[in-house]
């Protein structure tokens, strides 16, 4: 890592910079919650903090790496932030440890701090366990292999009906059983 490395605040006169970043190299890690095109705006709560912290990592002018934190109402209230993207060009710890470093100062309230690395980028992975970050669980993407997966079938007294997305009791049983089914699951937000 060379001494021109340093990390700079995200804001209108750079946010192009970032989202071209995120679009180029955010999907190596996870796609989910990636900001796409440019709808995306770096917004304030109610108190004035910012949603999204985000940073770039510079190299002299060249940008290697970026992180950004989100903060949203329900992840705040959960007292969880997730990374949208932190993501370095080369496995560096020191690297890491600057865009961390920044991250922090905007962990204040939150009790877990969390994100994810594909079980292919080992390197990564590593670095990131350098600077003190620890594996909380795996995730496998399955893939069926035949044409058509089997019928599935309720139980006796069950049946599958459709949600419609403007009845907020259909929306609310959803809710209700989604957040039932997935409350244990590390990093799971209500």
């Known amino acids: 890592m060379s001494s ?3 990390i700079v605040v995200v804001g209108q006169d750079n946010l192009g910079e970032f989202l ?7 999907q190596e890690h996870d796609e989910s919650f990636l900001p796409e095109g440019d709808g995306f705006e ?6 004035g903090y910012p949603e999204y912290p985000a940073y770039l990592l510079l190299d002299g002018e060249q940008t290697v790496g970026a992180a950004c934190l ?3 109402p329900n992840f705040v ?6 990374w949208m993207i932190f993501h370095a060009l080369q496995p560096d710890p020191a690297m890491y440890m600057l865009l961390l470093d920044a991250m ?7 009790d877990f701090l969390y994100g994810f690395v594909p079980e ?3 390197d990564t992975r590593t670095a990131w366990e350098q600077i003190g970050l620890t594996v909380q669980r795996y995730s496998y ?8 997966p089997p019928p599935v079938l309720p139980p006796p007294g069950f049946t599958f009906c459709s949600v419609d997305p403007e009845d907020t009791g259909q929306m609310e049983a959803l809710r209700d059983v989604l957040n039932a089914s997935f409350s244990g699951l590390a990093g799971h937000i209500g």
């Open 4 to 6: 021109a490395v340093r």
């Open 120 to 122: 292919g980028l080992q």
């Open 104 to 110: 922090l100062q905007h962990a204040q309230g939150l």
């Open 141 to 148: 993407i399955l893939c069926w292999q035949q044409a058509a």
């Open 77 to 82: 209230k959960a007292r969880k932030g997730r």
């Open 42 to 47: 770096l917004s304030q709560d109610a108190l």
């Open 70 to 72: 989100i903060r949203t």
């Open 20 to 26: 071209a970043y995120c679009q180029q190299y955010g």
